[in-house]
């Protein structure tokens, strides 16, 4: 499975934007980009994936790269209810893999100050 | 809609003990996945099933994790004998077929904590 290298923390004031950064340098052409987060004592939550072209939905944008081999998980404005651990993840695309599992890596803790 | 549900919240059992997790789907959800998270360490992939089939069990550690989904609809994993290691949180999501879905996106439950004495 492709790998995905994450800062380990981050921190951010309340109300300003957060960029939080992956390298996925092994990327192959079929796999997607996908973002989820884990809020304390919850199980995790998609946020945003993408393939080539960067992304925008309610909660964040998702800016890649144009070789792929990086993206940028992008939010507008940081509330103390995004303070969690950020994953992003490498996704068999709907040919490439048969199970289209999950593999998580150790994420970004992102630490969002009043 | 319910999401996804998971049964226990948290169960605190003795080492050599049997223990029964229940994962109940989001509702037309063919796939169902099980992940868990031991102290410290990341959130590992289990098993995964296509309705009651198992698509990949490639995760599941050893012989005393039994897993079933009968029916194609909840799922159960079964650790008997309980060991120490076996501590941590379990993690159930279902999804719709990929192909069929705009996003592919795993629904998570909120985890039944498993501590072993």
């Known amino acids: 499975d492709a790998k995905t290298t994450q800062p380990n923390s981050m921190e951010s004031n309340e109300e300003e934007p957060v960029h939080l950064p992956c390298n996925h340098s092994t990327i192959s052409g079929t796999d997607y980009i996908h973002w989820y987060r884990q809020l304390p004592s919850q199980g995790p939550e998609y946020v945003i994936h993408g393939l080539t072209s960067n992304v925008n939905n309610r909660m964040a944008s998702l800016a890649i790269a144009e070789d792929r081999k990086s993206s940028t998980l992008i939010l507008h404005r940081a509330t103390l209810r995004d303070a969690a651990v950020y994953y992003c993840i490498l996704r068999g695309g709907l040919y490439g893999g048969a199970t289209n599992k999950l593999i998580f890596g150790t994420g970004t803790l992102l630490a969002v100050q009043p | 809609e319910a999401g996804v549900t998971q049964f226990p919240s948290h169960s605190v059992i003795e080492k050599g003990q049997t223990v029964t997790l229940r994962c109940d789907p989001i509702?037309?959800?063919?796939?169902l996945y099980w992940y868990r998270r031991v102290m410290g360490k990341e959130i590992k992939f289990l098993l995964h099933?296509?309705?009651?089939?198992?698509?990949?069990e490639s995760g599941m550690p050893n012989n005393r994790f039994l897993a079933e989904r009968t029916g194609g609809t909840y799922s159960t994993l079964k650790v008997q004998p309980a060991e120490l290691e076996d501590s941590g949180v379990y993690f159930c999501a279902s999804s719709q077929d990929w192909a069929t879905s705009e996003t592919g996106e795993l629904f998570f439950g909120e985890g039944s904590r498993l501590t072993v004495l």
């Open positions: 099933f296509v309705k009651e089939s198992k698509q990949d």
């Open positions: 509702s037309g959800h063919d796939n």
